[in-house]
């Protein structure tokens, strides 16, 4: 049997690079991923980290970082007690260009049957790249209330 995953594809009119920088820098994420920031040199083997409120949430190990086609890192929760003995899970995105739009696909997998963080990710990753989008096209992420995302203990 596979293990559950979560796989979600849009397309952005944006070039691959403005995308891969608005996936890896601070600045961009806190806009568009509820106030969170993404810390982490994107060298394969360095260590990543999602911070909110000044308090890491998430960490994980960069597994691959091609520069502006394909990024992968391992994700663990650290905050909430039930979450974080969950083992870690694998988030890649991949970014290909067509045109004036770019296809990007977030594949986030490795979660164990009946994972309470999959539940919460498949929730919030919509939310996330629906900001994404709307901050590359237009200038402005949504502004989504986190209690729109049905996570239970969010909002």
């Known amino acids: 049997m596979s293990r ?4 979600y594809v849009t397309y952005i009119e944006t070039t691959p690079e403005d995308l891969w920088d608005a996936l890896t820098s601070s600045e961009f994420t ?3 991923w509820f106030g969170a920031e993404v810390r982490s040199d994107w060298k394969v083997g360095s260590s990543f980290a999602l911070i909110m409120d000044g308090q890491t949430t998430d960490e994980g ?8 086609r394909r990024l992968a890192y391992t994700f663990k929760h650290v905050l909430k007690e039930d979450l974080r003995k969950e083992p870690a899970s694998k988030v890649v995105f991949t970014i290909e ?14 979660f164990t049957e009946g994972s ?8 919030g990753w919509p939310a996330i790249l629906s900001n994404l989008k709307s901050l590359l096209e237009q200038g ?12 239970e203990g969010v909002g």
């Open 30 to 32: 806190r806009r568009y």
């Open 116 to 123: 309470k963080f999959l539940d919460g990710t498949s929730k």
């Open 140 to 151: 402005e992420a949504l502004t989504i209330p986190l209690s729109a995302l049905g996570i």
């Open 97 to 110: 260009p067509h045109g004036k739009v770019t296809k990007l696909t977030l594949t986030h997998d490795g």
């Open 4 to 7: 559950p995953e979560f796989v």
């Open 61 to 68: 190990e960069i597994l691959e970082a091609d520069r502006p």
